[in-house]
């Protein structure tokens, strides 16, 4: 699938995000339930319902578990392979080569930490609270808009935009946590192709974008396998997903920070 540039038009009144060490993180806590009775809530909870169809139906996304992707993660000029784990429902861990080194980037749960050896550190320790933050704001194993009322958050619809492949329709998704995003949807294939947020770096606050496209069925799910998006300090990254295992087994002690040595 073609990834959208958006053109405003006129308004009308599982996506298993990947981490990128580098670049980019996924998210969700819990707290204010959303207001779901309003026409524009009713609206966006048919489109939402229509996307959990088109992603293989809630049965297929419940049946996945774990995922193990392979990859490369593609940064300002440079590509390197990396190695992600996803669980059910909120741990993950990206392995990237860098340089002949192994940077580590993982999210147990509770604490988001990594091994950074481009900043001379060998041994692991818990991420810089810019990185945490952005870290556990993606990583929501099936994406913020499946199950998300059991999660808290709040819909409303928006209206629809025009895309390079078509209409998409525009969802403003309030986290239980108090953050907003706006995630983008194809009006043709109710598959997520856009989503946007505020992210933080060194106290510059500023809105960020990640594109999704390249769908294929993995488990019976449609995942998309690029994304294309910022990394938290602005810089352009690409992420191409070469190979996608469904339900391997991993070891929970995979997520868990190591014991300094």
């Known amino acids: 699938m073609k990834a959208h540039r958006l053109v405003p038009t006129r308004w009308c009144g599982f996506s298993l995000a990947g981490l990128a060490a ?5 998210l969700t ?3 204010m339930p959303g207001n779901y009775a309003t026409p ?3 609206k966006a909870d048919k489109i939402i319902q229509r996307h959990v ?3 293989g139906g809630q049965e297929n996304i419940d049946a996945l578990k774990t995922l193990r992707i392979h990859g490369r993660l593609q940064r300002q000029g440079l590509e390197f392979p990396f190695t992600l784990w996803l669980q059910r429902p909120n741990r993950s ?3 990237i080569e860098v340089r002949g080194r192994t940077f580590v980037q993982a ?3 509770d604490t988001a930490w990594w091994v950074n050896p481009l900043l ?3 041994d692991p320790a818990e991420m810089p609270e810019d990185f945490a933050r952005s870290t556990k704001r993606w990583v929501d194993f099936e994406g913020p808009l499946v199950n998300y009322r059991a999660k808290r958050h709040g819909v409303e619809y928006v209206g629809e935009v025009e895309g390079d492949a078509g209409r998409l329709y525009e969802i403003e998704l309030k986290h239980a946590g108090g953050e907003i995003w706006s995630v983008f949807i194809d009006a043709n294939t109710y598959l997520e192709v856009k989503r946007t947020y505020q992210e933080t770096f060194q106290n510059d606050k500023r809105e960020v974008t ?3 496209y390249d769908y294929a069925k993995v488990g019976g799910v449609n995942l998309y396998h690029v994304i294309d998006g910022e990394a938290i300090d602005g810089a352009r990254y690409m992420m191409i997903f070469d190979a996608v295992e469904p339900n391997p087994d991993i070891d929970d002690e995979l997520f868990s920070m190591p014991e300094r040595q």
């Open 22 to 26: 580098l670049a980019m993180t996924l």
């Open 210 to 212: 990640a594109f999704f």
């Open 120 to 122: 001379g550190a060998e």
């Open 29 to 31: 806590v819990g707290a």
């Open 53 to 55: 169809n088109a992603l």
């Open 93 to 95: 861990r990206m392995d």
């Open 107 to 109: 999210y147990d749960g």
């Open 40 to 42: 524009k809530a009713r």
